[in-house]
């Protein structure tokens, strides 16, 4: 393991968390590279038996540091803006290794991501499809292109992360999907390519990813029989971790369902996948500023909160929290961990049992997918550094915001 307790002591790969609290200050992402590795490794080696490419969710965690790792390890990657694909081409990845999805890419995203040469857009309505072809014309190019499948199936997670029912935003709802692919057919300046779905994030199941692939060949036989024929299928991302009791994803499983399902085919496979590689690769550590006892409730207040990390604010989210050394001299309580920001909902976590004192060091376990991507400056707080751990070499893959790059942008009347 990566992240683990030595001696009591909580370590990131060689180096000790409290270490890295005390050197490189507090509120502090830390992430491992060696998880991060062994992760997309094992998506490889799960889907070995067919022809695949992991596209990894840059929105999950999407520091430079972090792309350049899996950059080395050859993945290709699913951005979601212009922003994502400068982020990929910086840390050393190619345009041709990103597919583009969303479902609101502007005219200068489509006409940027062109020029490029990406790989795919995943075009998620018949408008942006008109609008990519227009564009694609213009310049003489031909886009690469696969349509988002709504397939209408429950992937029984979270309702805000849950993408494949046909009241999200998301895809081309059943009925239309036939009609779009006819539509892209007739564009000289749009190639299809593929086709693709994504259903939800932290799913723990296999079977609403089953249930997705069967509508997917459904749709891809009815096509083939219109002359519409695909190089891909690209399943999207959403494999579960676990943060507290969930049960570990059955990866092989998943991934024998996909040979047996497409391999026939020939197509060669996608998957998107973010929070899996990155989650629990990273951590956040924090100090307990104050312990504020009463008879109803505890509460110990540390230097994190929401705008640093707001999954337990914004979906009731459970993350571990543990103390990084252990100490059997300190009485313990059962605590909600909450940060300085004026808000009821800034928690961390609530009802924990822990033994701690003022200035101690904790960890919020996973926290390397869609933590500090999703951090704001809520309060004026700056945002905190991230360290990517290699062995014993850290890297500072983003210093810690000071003041003046947080008001750098504003202008007094
Ligand atoms: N592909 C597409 C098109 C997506 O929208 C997403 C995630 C992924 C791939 C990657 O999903 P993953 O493998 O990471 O589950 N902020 C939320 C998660 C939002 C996920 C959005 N889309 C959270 O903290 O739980």
């Known amino acids: 393991m990566s992240i683990e307790y030595r001696n009591d002591h909580l370590f990131v790969e060689d180096l000790s968390c409290q270490d890295l609290a005390k050197k490189y200050g507090t509120p502090l992402y830390v992430y491992s590279r060696a998880h991060l590795e062994r992760q997309w490794q094992a998506i490889d080696q799960a889907l070995a038996a067919i022809d695949h490419k992991i596209c990894y969710a840059v929105k999950a965690n999407s520091n430079l540091a972090v792309l350049s790792v899996l950059v080395k390890l050859g993945s290709y990657f699913d951005v979601v803006s212009i922003g994502e694909i400068e982020r990929v081409l910086r840390a050393g990845g190619r345009a041709d290794r990103i597919v583009f999805s969303g479902v609101g890419k502007t005219t200068a995203e489509l006409n940027a991501a062109l020029k490029l040469g990406i790989h795919c857009f995943n075009v998620e309505s018949a408008a942006e ?20 499948v709504n397939p209408d199936v429950d992937a029984k997670t979270h309702p805000y992360i849950s993408t494949g029912l046909k009241d999200n935003k998301f895809g081309i709802i059943w009925d239309e999907i036939e009609s779009v692919y006819q539509q892209a057919a007739q564009h000289e300046s749009l190639k299809i390519v593929g086709i693709d779905c994504h259903i939800g994030s932290q799913l723990t199941e296999v079977s609403p990813f089953n249930d997705a692939i069967d509508k997917l060949l459904e749709v891809i036989g009815r096509l083939s029989k219109q002359g519409i024929s695909f190089q891909h299928i690209d399943l999207g991302g959403g494999f579960g971790v676990t943060y507290r009791d969930e049960p570990t994803f059955d990866l092989q499983g998943y991934a024998d369902a996909v040979v047996e399902k497409i391999g026939p085919l020939g197509l060669s496979v996608m998957v998107e996948p973010g929070r899996y590689i990155a989650a629990n690769a990273g951590l956040m550590l924090v100090e307990v500023q104050y312990l504020k006892h009463s008879e109803h409730k505890n509460f110990c207040i540390v230097d994190g909160s929401m705008s640093e990390l707001i999954r337990p604010a914004l979906y009731s989210a459970w993350q571990r929290i543990d103390a990084v050394e252990l100490s059997s001299d300190t009485p313990s309580d059962v605590y909600d961990v909450v940060g300085p920001v004026c808000e009821s909902s800034d ?44 062995g014993d070499k850290v890297h500072v893959a983003r210093r810690r915001e000071s003041l003046d790059d947080v008001l750098a942008l504003e202008a007094p009347l």
């Open 129 to 148: 499809l008109e609008r990519l072809a227009a564009i694609a014309a213009t310049l003489g190019l031909i886009a690469p292109v696969s349509v988002r």
């Open 347 to 390: 928690f961390l976590g609530k009802d924990r049992t822990l033994a701690v004192k003022q200035g101690d060091i904790l960890a919020v376990q996973s926290s390397g997918a869609y933590g500090f991507g999703m951090a704001s400056n809520y309060n004026t707080r700056c945002r905190p550094a991230e360290l990517l751990i290699d």
